[in-house]
């Protein structure tokens, strides 16, 4: 079924560790997105991508980063993770750009103690 | 300073009521999108209205676009406990095109 997939669904990790969030679509979407979903603060933009090769900043970047080497990959990370960075994360796609038609995947739940 | 205000917060109804959720901002947006999350699942796409004063149906849900393009109304007709879930209302704000979400609207609808 082609879609989103996110990886791992749910990990729990140490302060200060570093941690990947990966994510693969099989749509050719030019636009990927990395947003993190709190309680009482809602989906909040971290990293965008409007094709590969580029990357930008959304809302919420610091302590974040993305690549984009290619279409379907757009990998997120962590690089010391804190636990203000408990969230679940959701990684989106669009056809294109310039739309705010997105295509999300089904999360990963992360945990920081 | 939350750019898209939805209300209610939390709405809790029996099956067959019919309900209106709304999405309400100070900011002109260039389209606005609708989205439905289930819980542990990611948000799905629902309609997106781009013209003020437009109004869209889906079966028994009815968007309406505000004519000044801030505000928005979701109407579902006849609520099924299949409609449980969160609605979250997004948009653009000029042409950067880069989504802002409200915090939603979480319905239960009671069998």
């Known amino acids: 079924i082609a879609g989103i997939t996110q990886a791992p669904t749910s990990q729990i990790l140490a302060a200060g560790r570093r941690m990947t969030l990966r994510c693969t679509q099989d749509?050719?979407?030019?636009?990927m997105y990395w947003y993190r979903q709190d309680l009482g603060l809602g989906l909040r933009l971290i990293h965008y991508?409007?094709?590969?090769?580029?990357?930008g900043k959304g809302e919420v970047p610091d302590g974040y980063s993305v690549s984009r080497a290619n279409t379907d990959d757009f990998p997120l990370t962590l690089a010391s993770a804190v636990p203000s960075q408990t969230s679940v994360y959701f990684c989106a796609s669009s056809p294109f750009w310039d739309t705010g038609e997105l295509f999300f995947g089904e999360g990963s739940r992360l945990t920081v103690l | 300073t939350q750019l898209l205000e939805q209300s209610p917060q939390f709405l809790s109804i029996q099956e067959g009521e019919n309900l209106t959720v709304y999405c309400n901002s100070s900011s002109v947006f260039s389209s606005l999108q609708w989205y439905r999350q289930e819980p542990g699942e990611g948000p799905v796409l629902l309609v997106t209205?781009?013209?003020?004063?437009e109004v869209k149906k889906l079966k028994r849900l009815t968007f309406q676009f505000g004519d000044a393009r801030k505000d928005s109304s979701l109407h579902i007709t006849a609520a099924q406990t299949g409609d449980t879930g969160l609605y979250l209302c997004?948009?653009?704000?000029?042409?950067?095109?880069?989504?802002?979400f409200g915090k939603g609207t979480l319905l239960t609808v009671n069998p």
């Open positions: 997004a948009g653009d704000v000029g042409s950067n095109y880069k989504l802002t």
């Open positions: 209205v781009v013209t003020g004063g």
């Open positions: 749509m050719r979407h030019n636009a």
């Open positions: 991508s409007n094709t590969a090769g580029t990357t």
